[in-house]
């Protein structure tokens, strides 16, 4: 395994859209109130709401020889079967159509791709980790990558396999 390292974050609006709730409660106060109840007001709905978003947003992806890291969980690198990175149709189906529900899930919605990880372990009643990634193909080299099948040279939906947009 080679060493792999991702930190998934949120989309500024996501960011923005917490602002402006915050702002839209120091309104609604400030219409009722005073100057100063609004603006204690907005600051006590932007914290929780930003850390929200920063917490949820957040999350780090690695890969060393201890295996594969996503927040908290972790696998022993002997238990990752022949990994396959999913593009945004093949990405949609296994989350959605083709779905096992004993699957271990770490996606985030504004991520529309990611990495199938079977789990090799017969003890283990997870069939498979689904993991959102900007860069599957490359968090797939770095777990070893051995499926036979090649990567498609272009998904229906204008993703090309190294993620960058074609133009």
């Known amino acids: 395994m080679t060493t792999y390292r991702e930190r998934l974050t949120a989309p500024a609006s996501w ?49 060393d020889a201890d ?16 990994v396959e990175p999913l593009h945004r149709a093949d990405y949609r189906l296994k989350l959605g159509t083709d779905a096992d529900a004993r ?6 919605p504004y991520i529309d791709r990611g990495v ?14 689904i993991v959102s990634s900007r860069r599957p193909d490359a968090l797939a080299a770095a777990l070893g990558h051995t499926e036979n ?6 998904d229906p939906n204008g993703d090309t396999p190294g993620g960058e947009e074609e133009g």
């Open 103 to 108: 699957a271990y899930l770490v996606t985030r």
């Open 149 to 154: 099948a090649p990567a498609p040279a272009h």
């Open 116 to 129: 199938l990880v079977p789990v090799a372990d017969d003890t283990d009643p997870t069939p498979y980790w």
């Open 67 to 82: 295996g594969l890291r996503v927040g908290r969980a972790s696998i022993d690198p002997a238990h990752v079967g022949a």
């Open 15 to 63: 960011w923005l859209a917490a602002l402006v709730f915050a702002a839209a409660w120091g309104w609604i106060m400030l219409v009722a109130t005073n100057w100063s109840i609004a603006i204690v007001a907005t600051v006590i709905v932007a914290a929780p709401c930003l850390y929200a978003v920063w917490r949820y947003g957040s999350l780090l992806i690695s890969v």
